[in-house]
């Protein structure tokens, strides 16, 4: 399985912990990989990929009720969800701004055509920092991913 | 330790101007099928 999900472009670093159970991923500065794809490769060596924590960057936008998170690399987008003071912060950066979000995303379905969820990560030590340079906006969380 | 965290923040975009993409993912694998 390590070998199969380090061979998707854009993958740099894979180190599979069997007993813990979880695989630690790093993708290269530039890239296309998406979760699913990932998936797919675990799948298909016969593992059931589970729920993931990621790191992502993007850009906010807004659909309607909801805010979704462009990933430009890959051409999709994840579907945001969190506490009302997390995608509050997060709503402010809508409009082109880039983020980088630490987040859970939960097990999908094989298949499925539905954008991902990112529940972006909150509770105690998660406040989300915004900083503007230069008319370009930055949030991060201080949630620790790995 | 907010002005820590902003230097961070500050660091990562200095480094990676455009990122815009998936970075690193710690994916909970179970068994085998």
Known sequence: MRVAVQKLDG???VAVSLNDGYADIVLASQNA???????EAIRRNGFTPREARVRVSGTVVRRGEQLLLEVAGSGTAFLLAGSPEALERLAHAAGGSPVTLDG???ESQRGSTMPLLLRVADGPGA?????RTAGV????SRHGLM | MRRVMITVAL??????PARAQLQEVRQTIFGMD
């Not at chain 1, 990989?33 to 998936?39: D, G, S």
């Not at chain 2, 660091?11 to 990676?16: I, V, W």
């Open chain 1, 137 to 140: 906006g930055t949030l991060t």
């Open chain 1, 127 to 131: 406040e989300l920092l915004e900083q």
């Open chain 1, 104 to 106: 859970t995303v939960p």
């Open chain 2, 11 to 16: 660091a990562g975009l200095a480094a990676s």
């Open chain 1, 11 to 13: 993958v740099r670093s």
């Open chain 1, 33 to 39: 990989v998406t979760v699913e794809r990932i998936r």
